[in-house]
Structures are given as structure tokens and as C-alpha cells.
């Protein structure tokens, strides 16, 4: 039987009036099975996932053997448009200052809260309340490997992060939060019999090929695992680095600066693998003009890797590789 594939849209009724009506595909095998919700984009500059959900509708199109799949690549339209995390932010503000316009602190959402709220509300309304299992796909800055969120209490929620096949698996504990308030897409899945992943895709702003192809083999392992899409799923070239989100500091090796001056990274990225003693990059000293060369402490794969400050994700100064003595470069995890 042809897979019955639809372009729908979820009104939302704005505070001025507006309607925004926020687009989606909605795939029906016609048979019984699980309903899959794969979302994007609930901050304007994460939207490597939005490009990961088109090649994922095709896949659906062509494969997608049972139960339904919703696919919504623009989840906050508005804040795609304005170019940054949430409709409220100005130029580097970071994520905290938000107004309480976070999405994903807002689901289920209010159709007379404010308009982040209104279009959780509308999504939740034609879309989310529907569906049974989630892949919820961010994106943070580029100097921390790409990484699955795992709800660690919930067995079902860890089967879809071990499927992911990414590189790291971050176990985190339950968000907690007064409902009355709101709570995150995964929260809501998690917390009500249902299943819920996220995957952090790094990083904003662009869309890189690498990262893409990480998102599609996510979702399409997902399918496969809840049976929605025939053939077996494909697996993690090497290990996967699990780690609990409380003990991440104690698996990390840091990499500090030993001076001050410009760091020279050295061609390589986050997820990679390094051997111990191999060079990590220099720096160019700003006192002596001495090279001060960088090794790795372990072999392992780096979790992170280059100079940079908080709200390095909003702005560029925090990006700017001089490191004050004692600055982190990179961080190492080695694999258990």
C-alpha cells in the first residue's frame, strides 16, 4: 500500500492578531504501528535539523512500512525568521534572556499565553498530542561534539538515544519544572508512558553535510527500531562514549591553556579521535612569540575542542581564539 503523504499546517492565533500558520508533512503507512514526531528548530539559529527532516520525508515516503510519521522542520517560524534562538533576543543575548519566550520551556503550550506559547499550543493541538514517540533535534555551538540527551528513568526513552547512533550519549536526569509553567517537548513525552530523544546537533547557524547525515541515520535508526521502516539499523562506526550528565567532569580530561596567546587548532573536530600525546594544535605566545605546543593528555574522543568563552553560540568575540592562561582548548573523554 502507498504511503498517503500530506503537507498540513497548524494555525496559530498571535497576540496582534496574526495567524501563523506553521507547516508540516503528516505520512500515513495505513497500517498500525507507532506515531513518530521528528521536530526542528525550536530556536532561529539551530537548524541543522530542518535540513535532516526534508531528506527524512523522503525516506518516509519511499520505506515507511507502518504506523505514522509527523515531520515539523519549522517548529518556531518566528524566531527562524528573526534570526535568533527566541523572538525576543537582541543582539548577543544569550538564551536566559528570553522573556520566557524559550520554546522548548513552553510546551504544551497556551493559545492565550504569549505567541512562543501560542504556536506550542497550536503544534501541540495538530500535531504533538498525537504522536507516541519523539525525536526532538537541536543544535549548540561548535566547540562541543554533537551529542544524544537520554532520560536515563525512562528504558523506552534510552532505546531510542542507543539507536541514534551517535557518538556521545549524555544520560540526564528528569527536567523539573512546575508543570503550571511549562515544560520541554521531551518532558512531556517522558513524563506521560510515552518516549522522547534529543539530539544536539553542533553546531547553529549552518547547515554542514557531516551533522545532516548524523540526523538522517538517527531518524531513520528510529523507524527502524519501532518497526515503522524495514531493515536493520545502521550502526556507530567505533564505541559510543556514555556518560551521566552529573559525572561529566569526572570522565573528562582538560585541556588547558599553559600561557596566553593565539590557539592553533590543528585541523581537527569534536567526535574525533585522538591518540595521547598526539597534537592537539599550539599556541602562539603574546609575550615571547614562543610556539607552545598542545598534546592530547589520553587517547580518546574530544568532547570539546577549541578556545572559547560562555555564549560563545550568540556572538563572536567569545569565539576568538586567544586564551588567557589557564583557558579550556579541549577536553577528552576516553572510552571506558
Not at 528570553?98 to 510546551?107: H, R, S, V, Y
Not at 537541536?138 to 532505546?159: G, I, K, N, Q
Amino acid at each position: 500500500m502507498a504511503v498517503n503523504s500530506e503537507l498540513k499546517y497548524a494555525g496559530a492565533a498571535l497576540s496582534d492578531g496574526s495567524e501563523e500558520r506553521i507547516p508540516y508533512w503528516h505520512l500515513d503507512s495505513g497500517q498500525p504501528g507507532d506515531v513518530f514526531l521528528v521536530i526542528a528548530e525550536q530556536h532561529g539559529n539551530e537548524v541543522q535539523g530542518c535540513e535532516v527532516i526534508r531528506r527524512f520525508w523522503r525516506v518516509c515516503e519511499e520505506h515507511l512500512r507502518a504506523g505514522q510519521v509527523y515531520l515539523v522542520p519549522f517548529a518556531n517560524p518566528l524566531a527562524l525568521r528573526h534570526r535568533r534562538s527566541h523572538i525576543t533576543l537582541g543582539p548577543e543575548q544569550p538564551y536566559a534572556d528570553a522573556a520566557g519566550q524559550n520554546m522548548n520551556l513552553n510546551w504544551p503550550g497556551d493559545p492565550e499565553g504569549h505567541d512562543t506559547s501560542r504556536l506550542c499550543h497550536a503544534l501541540h493541538d495538530a500535531v504533538v498530542r498525537h504522536c507516541t514517540r519523539c525525536l526532538d533535534l537541536h543544535s549548540w555551538s561548535r566547540f562541543t561534539a554533537t551529542c544524544t540527551l537520554v532520560r536515563a528513568d525512562v528504558p523506552e526513552a534510552v532505546a531510542l538515544g542507543e539507536a541514534t547512533a551517535v557518538r556521545f550519549q549524555m544520560m540526564v536526569p528528569p527536567f523539573r519544572r512546575d508543570p503550571a509553567e511549562g515544560t520541554t517537548i521531551g518532558s512531556l513525552f517522558n513524563d506521560n508512558g510515552l518516549a522522547a530523544t534529543c539530539i544536539e546537533l553542533a553546531p547553529q547557524w549552518v547547515i554542514r553535510e557531516k551533522e545532516v547525515a548524523l540526523g538522517l541515520r538517527a531518524a531513520t535508526n528510529i523507524a527502524k527500531l519501532l518497526g515503522m521502516i524495514d531493515g536493520d539499523m545502521e550502526p556507530l562506526d567505533g564505541p559510543a562514549v556514555t556518560f551521566d550528565q552529573s559525572t561529566r567532569a569526572e570522565r573528562t580530561h582538560t585541556v588547558t591553556a599553559p600561557c596566553s596567546g593565539l590557539f592553533v587548532e590543528n585541523g581537527l573536530e569534536t567526535s574525533d579521535y585522538v591518540e595521547q600525546g598526539q597534537s592537539l594544535g599550539h599556541i602562539i605566545s603574546d609575550v615571547d612569540l614562543s610556539t607552545v605546543g598542545i598534546p592530547a593528555p589520553v587517547a580518546g574522543y574530544l568532547w570539546q575542542y577549541g578556545c572559547h568563552r560562555e555564549h560563545s553560540d550568540i556572538a563572536l568575540p567569545p569565539q576568538h581564539p586567544y586564551a588567557d592562561e589557564g583557558d579550556v582548548l579541549a577536553s577528552v573523554m576516553p572510552v571506558e
